[in-house]
């Protein structure tokens, strides 16, 4: 939940940054790195997939955080996310987002991904 907000107030910062700017860039503003969800679900094992493996596909994780399952088991979490916003209007034209949950032997268990239409 955490990761969200800060995400979310990195887009306001940087909408409200850029309508300062002029002129806007040709393509929009990018944050973060572009990645393609549906294969890294293809690719992506429970219990056999390590960080290594997924940083080669995604590289580096925009954010590095730690989680505790219900169980009381704690996993290291990374995120990465990409989000576009559109010029001139600067409205946001999209958002993806990336959670992926490593055990501490670096072994991913669990991941979630969410995106804006």
């Known amino acids: 939940m955490i990761h969200l907000f800060r995400i979310k107030i ?3 910062s940087i909408l409200l940054l850029s309508a300062c700017a002029s002129p806007a860039a040709p393509g929009g503003i990018k944050l973060g790195q572009d990645f ?3 294969a890294f679900t293809s690719k992506v094992e429970q219990g056999a997939t390590t960080q290594d493996q997924v940083r080669s596909w995604l590289g580096e994780p925009a954010t590095v ?3 505790m399952g219900a169980d009381g088991q704690g996993y290291d979490e990374w995120t990465y996310y990409f989000a576009k916003v559109a010029a001139p209007s600067l409205s946001l034209s999209g958002v993806k987002m990336l959670q992926i949950k490593f055990d501490k032997t670096g072994v991913a268990r669990a991941y ?5 239409k």
């Open 65 to 67: 955080g730690a989680s």
């Open 10 to 12: 990195i887009l306001l």
């Open 36 to 38: 393609d969800v549906n």
């Open 112 to 116: 979630s991904w969410s995106a804006s």
